[in-house]
């Protein structure tokens, strides 16, 4: 097709939108709320799950792969004889995973994950005069572990110096413990061993119960407290697509034979939030673009009855059915795209408003893929309105609509 007739059918398609000038800034200013809705909508609904993944995943691994539970054997019986056997889940013990040095080498190599760190976790109890209360013992790999969680983002006092006889301790452990940065506390595992250590620093992690039990120390110092020399727990894992987590976390287990909990798995009712979320956008982005096609559909239906001479003398004087049709398609085309750029700045100032003056529970950010989905979609959509109108406009007859009054 020539560059000219590609010409005459812009000329002709926005001449028609400046003859129905009112019904042209009706339906754009239908579609502009409409993309503004859309866009508005899901931004804010996706910062609103990255806000709660943050907060919920920003103290965890997306997967956890520690020793499989311990079993109960029963004794093979001779065939014929019935075997009836009523026993209690067999008490789990503190066990470190075989080889993890070499593990963690490998796991390296995967793509698909983003920190391997190794830790040693164990029950403790922490002392200092008549207080004591049960804490959690947490020795890590200071430099791999940082990139898991940056403890340094969340101290509130101290220094972050672990190793030695130094530990960190939450917030809420250090108001029951009365101690304080510099305080000295004893930490007894139940295993015959126990060590008076330093408190270097408190943080806070917004958790209540990780800030109340939680004790962070080197691995090594971590080891032979819980009786556990050169051992590890438990590896935690961070993976590139958080929502693939449940799938890696099988491969991981196929892979190492390792028991391999991901964040999905004990985060059930979390990730039906967020699945009901995603839902309801989707649902409101479907209905405002039928909504939206609808207004455009029956602008152009109106405009085909009002514009019945004008297209019957365009076929008298050569246009063909191809060029009519065109004519009709920019149109929707145009209704989407005008309404799309306004409703794409609408957007932009009502999530500048709620950045601005909000209630500040958490930022909205606009992905440029959002815009640019957004204004493909309103174009695509002003398309396939138009489909209609504009193939009832092509088919009709030049005499009759030339006579039409």
Known sequence: MSVQKWWTDWVVAIAFLRDGRGQTLLITVGVAIGVAVIVFVTALIEGLQANVIERTLGTQAHIRLSQPDEMN?????????????????????????????????ALDQRTEL??????????????????????????????????????????????????????????????????????????????????????????????????????YMDLKQAQPLLNLVGGATVIDLRVTD??????????????????????????????????AQSLSTNMIKVFVGVSVAFGIASVLSVSVVQRTREIGILRATGAG??????????????????????????????????????????????????????LALAVLTGIGAAAWPARRAANLDPVEAIRYV
């Open 242 to 275: 958080i929502f693939e987590a449940e799938d890696i976390a099988q491969i991981m287990h196929r892979l190492t034979g390792l028991k391999a909990e991901s964040w999905i798995a004990t985060n059930a009712q979390l990730m039906n939030a967020l699945s």
């Open 114 to 215: 983003t920190v391997v760190s190794p830790m040693v976790s164990g029950p403790a109890l922490a002392k200092r005069g008549a207080a004591v209360e049960s804490v959690a013992l947490v020795g890590i790999d200071w430099p791999r572990y940082q990139q898991l969680l940056p403890l340094q983002d969340y101290l509130v006092a101290g220094q972050l110096r672990i190793g030695a006889d130094d530990v960190l301790i939450g917030s809420q452990l250090a108001q029951e413990l009365g101690v304080s940065v510099g305080g000295k506390i004893r930490l007894d595992s139940g295993q015959g061993n126990a060590r008076v250590v330093n408190v270097a620093g408190i943080f806070e992690l917004g958790v209540r119960e990780l800030d109340a039990r939680y004790i």
């Open 321 to 374: 059915r191809d060029q009519i049709l065109r004519i009709f398609l920019l149109q929707g085309a145009l209704f989407g795209l005008f309404g799309a750029t306004a409703g794409i700045g609408v957007s932009y100032a009502l999530v500048w408003v709620f950045n601005a003056f909000g209630p500040g529970l958490f930022y909205i950010p606009i992905a440029p893929s959002l815009i640019v989905g957004a």
């Open 73 to 105: 054997r029963v004794a093979p019986m001779p065939a014929g004889i019935l075997h009836v056997v009523l026993e209690d889940q067999r008490a789990q013990r503190l066990r470190s995973i075989q080889n993890w040095q070499k593990l963690i080498v």
